[in-house]
């Protein structure tokens, strides 16, 4: 009986690691690619063609190193960076989420599902939730 013991107490302490995978470094914003996202409607009432609606910035220059107006064109952007920098993930910050029309939410989506069938790990936090309020999507 002690031998089955033994290999029932090994199976149940397998299950946690094979529910949550290998244990490696967690994924950290400062080695990511964060994004900051703005509404059509701040876009369009700036009216400079340096603002975008995706900015890439980094957070040790502390300037934007990217910017797109959609999902798939920040997509091919960020497809450039460093593996090292890739898997750390996308940090989406929605800077005004209050504002963001039908078309905004639609690029939201493209961008959801671009990262997802691109192996990217993915969060999003709304500016007022910061410093905690990011998901992993």
Not at 26 to 31: F, G, M, N, Q
Not at 104 to 130: H, M, S, W
């Amino acid at each position: 009986m002690r031998p089955f013991k033994i290999i029932l107490t090994g199976f149940l302490l397998l299950i946690p690691l094979a529910a949550f995978g290998e244990s490696g470094p967690s994924p950290e914003r400062a080695k990511g690619i964060s994004v900051y996202f703005s509404p059509e409607s701040v876009v369009s009432e700036v009216n400079r063609p340096y603002i975008q609606r995706f900015l890439v910035v980094n957070f040790q220059k502390g300037i934007v190193e990217e910017a797109a107006q959609t999902a798939r064109e920040l997509l091919g952007k960020i497809q450039r960076y460093p593996p090292a920098v890739r898997e750390n993930g996308v940090w989406l910050l929605l800077i005004y989420p209050d504002s963001y029309s039908p078309e905004d939410e639609k690029q939201l989506t493209k961008l959801a599902r671009l990262l997802k069938e691109n192996g990217f790990a993915y969060y999003k936090c709304r500016a007022g939730d910061l410093p905690k309020g990011w998901k992993r999507l």
